[in-house]
């Protein structure tokens, strides 16, 4: 997710856009899953357990690989669309005068990163003058400028969440506000933990205290790689775990940041400066030189405070320490080979899971897309998104918009004052399909053959500028939060879009060859999916133009929190491994448009067939059956215990058996479709219903 819309503003369909398998053939792509009725295992009563009835047989044949943490159709959809843009890239790499300006800039970029040789040579050296900047500080006072000049070099390095690195200290990026959406303003919000979340730091059980113990011995295996003694590095691994715990306990947690009204703090650049009076904002903001800002969008207070307090209690050498830390934390992967592989230890292994690093070619695809992805998913596109599939997917998009509107208008539990607003809502809502309208320039960027940290860190600013330019101008409607090969989806409350990659416009989410029953199971779902996100718990706040402003009478809210509290409720009980189970709060958002998605994506399906069609089946299905089957093994996949684990505890999304499971067993249509009688698993007893 990236930093400058908070975690809370985008709604996603995946816990992540995924990571993959077995080093591709050079000049063939890897297969794709299709939707297909050998899968379903007819030895499993589908109303005893319907995700084993779809997938139990995918499982079986589908280990996940090595350098994978999780594996299901969308991870062979990612291996697909990666060794795409491996073709292109090995192309682009080559240094021949006739690149163009994009060919030069993608193709350097690939080329620097896969020079693993000049990498190794020049280890922690790639680096040097940025450590001899934090070494050469001599006074708590030059903290601002020295952390201005590190978040300018790691803005994007620290977004990416598959490392777990994160900004240090804290975020500052631009984003709309939240009163009012035309507005784009400067904002704040907490960060630097290297661990996933702030319980991570917090809690007593055997396995938190364990991977503590595990970050700890990472930390100071990556301070020794940097030249500090075993002694030393050990002592400096303390220093960090202490500030890191302590920036932990002033973190807002999780389930809070769910509510936007938590986070909308307004603040005047007084008011900043007055809220932690020991960190120097001027020389903070000067080097960075943003447009005015109306003020400034300050989402945790308490955690500056907390940071005020942190520089008040910890000495200059400690700060030195924490600077240096993040540095090279957040840079590993772009230096020798014993720091990507010290980085893999901790992040892949240890806490995902994975048992071998992945190729060098799919972690270069991975950054080339991350800094330049706008330039790549040119290239993708051509390659692998055809008008005609656009306009397929409009029609999907319309069919499921007119369902949604039928819904809304006949739900029993919302008065006609609500009604209007909802949809109003609804018909605001903008499609975004495949690709922007208007490609990103990256003509100021400056790519450099051969130097891969320094290509990174210039990423960085130019990211990090752009973003800051957006302060005080017209909001750009045409941006994307996503790269076009990315497999993923999602909304944006405060754009009020729906959002489809080309890179998930795909099979088995998305296939031309098949028929309807597929395609809504399909793709159909996901788009509901993503509608049902501006009328979940969260996107209820926001109205049509993006505004955080209440637009439910209070008797509609209320009944609008009894059915969700249903779903809060169902999910909760849910146990992923022994002892450790779902929380219903955190996902409340994610499966209550799992289970309104996949209502509607039903609804728009059987609004194109006639009565009679209703009841033709096919190799001894019925098309409702067929979609559910779709739905069903378009969720197929396995996971790691390590990223069962880290899911329960901080990802906003179900593991895939509960989103296939946990919907269906809601559904009176389903229950229909499959002969399925009271009592059984697949009927819940008090089923719940939202949209
Ligand atoms: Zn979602």
Redesign the pocket.
């Known amino acids: 997710m990236r930093f400058h819309k908070p975690a809370f503003f985008l ?4 816990v992540s856009a995924a990571l993959f398998a077995q080093t591709a053939n050079e000049s063939k792509l890897p297969p794709l899953d299709h939707f297909s009725l050998d899968q379903v295992d007819r030895s499993i009563d589908p109303c005893e357990n319907f995700y084993q009835y779809t997938c139990k047989k995918w499982i079986a044949n589908n280990p996940i690989p090595g350098d994978e943490a999780f594996w299901g159709p969308d991870g062979k959809l990612t291996l697909w669309n990666e060794s795409v843009l491996h073709e292109v890239l090995e192309a682009a790499a080559k240094n021949d005068a006739a690149r163009t300006s994009v060919q030069q800039k993608i193709g350097d970029y690939y080329f620097s990163c896969m020079d693993e040789s000049s990498r190794n040579s020049k280890g922690i050296a790639a680096i040097k003058p940025e450590l001899d900047r934090i070494d050469a500080l001599t006074d708590k006072s030059q903290l601002a400028a020295a952390l201005a000049l590190l978040h300018q070099n790691t803005f994007s390095l620290a977004s990416a969440t598959d490392s777990g690195s994160k900004a240090a200290l804290f975020g500052f990026s631009s984003g709309q506000d939240l009163d009012d959406a035309t507005k784009v303003v400067a904002q704040l919000d907490q960060g630097g933990l290297g661990l996933p979340d702030r319980d991570y730091y917090l809690k007593d059980d055997a396995k938190s205290v364990e991977t503590r113990k595990q970050y700890q011995e990472y930390i100071a295996k990556l301070f020794q790689l940097a030249g500090d003694s075993a002694d030393s590095a050990k002592a400096h691994a303390e220093v960090i775990m202490h500030m890191e715990t302590a920036l932990a306990k002033s973190s807002m947690d999780i389930v809070m940041r769910r509510d936007p009204a938590n986070l909308n703090h307004k603040l005047s650049g007084a008011e900043l400066k007055a809220l932690t009076p020991l960190f120097s904002w001027d020389d903070y903001i000067r080097p960075l030189a943003p447009p005015a800002t109306a003020h400034y969008l300050v989402a945790t207070p308490d955690f500056f405070k907390g940071i005020n307090q942190l520089i008040a209690t910890e000495p200059l050498d400690n700060w030195k320490t924490y600077l240096r830390w993040s540095l090279i934390n957040n840079s590993s992967n772009q230096l020798s080979d014993d720091f990507v592989n010290a980085n893999f230890d901790f992040y892949g292994r240890d806490l995902l899971g994975k048992r071998e690093l992945e190729p060098l070619w799919k972690r270069c695809v991975r950054g080339v897309d991350r800094d330049l992805g706008e330039a790549l998913g040119q290239a993708y596109v051509e390659r692998a998104f055809s008008p005609e599939a656009k306009q397929r997917m409009l029609k999907l998009v319309t069919a499921l918009n007119q369902a949604m509107a039928e819904d809304i208008a006949h739900l029993d539990w919302m008065s006609s004052t609500t009604k209007p607003e909802a949809l109003k809502k609804l018909a605001g809502i903008e499609d975004k399909i495949g690709y922007p309208n208007r490609w990103r320039d990256y003509s100021s960027l400056t790519i450099v053959r051969g130097d891969a940290a320094g290509n990174a860190y210039r990423s960085s600013q130019f990211e990090l500028h752009r973003q800051l330019e957006k302060i005080g101008k017209p909001v750009d409607r045409n941006e994307w939060g996503m790269t076009p090969p990315t497999v993923n ?3 944006d409350p405060q754009l009020n879009t729906i959002n489809f990659p080309a890179g998930i416009l795909q099979p088995p989410y998305f296939e031309k060859e098949m028929d309807d029953a597929v395609n809504f199971g399909e793709i159909g779902a996901t788009i509901g ?2 509608m ?2 501006g009328f979940d718990d969260e996107g209820r706040k926001f109205d049509p133009t993006g505004n955080l402003r209440d637009w439910w009478t209070k008797e509609d809210g209320k009944e609008f929190e009894k059915r969700v509290q249903c779903i809060d409720d169902e999910y909760s009980g849910f146990e992923p491994l022994p002892g450790l189970k779902l929380n219903g709060k955190l996902t409340l ?2 499966n209550t ?2 289970n309104g998605g996949t209502r509607i994506a039903l609804m728009a399906f059987e609004n194109t067939l006639t009565d009679k069609q209703k009841t033709v089946k096919t190799d001894g299905i019925s098309p409702v059956q067929r979609f559910f089957i779709a739905y069903g093994e378009s969720w197929c996949g396995i996971l790691t215990p390590e990223v069962e684990r880290l899911l329960a505890q901080s990802n ?2 179900s593991p895939n058996e509960f989103r296939v499971n946990g919907v269906v067993s809601n559904m009176p249509e389903f229950r229909e479709a499959f002969g399925c009688k009271k009592g059984q698993p697949m009927v819940r007893e008090n089923s719940c219903h939202v949209w």
């Not at 709604?11 to 995946?14: G, I």
């Open positions: 709604f996603t369909l995946f989806a999602y909304y999916h993503e049902t996100h958002g994610e448009a799992d906003p999304h």
